[in-house]
């Protein structure tokens, strides 16, 4: 079974535009959540999805939003990039919305704001 | 979310056990333990998880002590390619919002030498 996929691997981005970043989770899997990953603030949460509704949000400006599909694929968007929104974006996917289940990464979506 | 203290490093001979410790004195009846691990500029991936017996899988060993105040990971016999930070992650349980949150510490980084 292919696990969780995220589109581009890297991404080099100028101050002020946006990106959109993508995730298909695991076959079958609804719940899908992205995190921020920076050196200096590690692992942080940013939003999840489940059956196409935002079901929590993490502490981050409106700059960061996202979106799920039916298919249970998601997309993130920042908008305005600012220089500190350079990070490892990785999305992670369930099989269930409870806590017995396992969140599975993908590998992460590098970007670079210059 | 209960909080988990790691030590920062660990160091383990190739061949040999590695006994990664977690405190959460503060975990609630209804939390699971969970353990992941993030090898460089890859997402972090999950092991095991449990919430209050032993639990066993390919990958490591889960020992829970029966206060459940603190867990220690095992790695049978960890090889070169176990080196890695290893974050050891409180969740909750059904009844809240926040399943696809998890809350990441600095994690420990174990260095398995040769």
Known sequence: KAGVTQTPRYLIKTRGQQVTLSCSPISGHRSVSWYQQTPGQGLQFLFEYFSETQRNKGNFPGRFSGRQFSNSRSEMNVSTLELGDSALYLCASSLMQISNSPLHFGNGTRLTVT | ?114
């Open chain 2, 1 to 114: 979310d209960a909080k988990t203290t790691q030590p920062t490093s660990m160091d383990c001979a190739e061949g040999r056990a590695a006994n990664l410790p977690c405190n959460h004195s503060t975990i609630s009846g209804n939390e699971y333990v969970y353990w992941y691990r993030q090898i460089h500029s890859q997402g972090p991936q999950y092991i095991i998880h449990g919430l209050k017996n032993n639990e066993t899988n390919e990958m490591a060993s889960l020992i829970i002590t029966e206060d459940r105040k603190s867990s220690t990971l095992i790695l049978p016999h960890a090889t070169l390619r176990d080196t890695a930070v290893y974050y050891c992650i409180v969740r909750v349980n059904a009844g809240g919002t926040s399943y696809g949150k998890l809350t990441f510490g600095q994690g420990t980084i174990l260095t398995v030498h040769p």
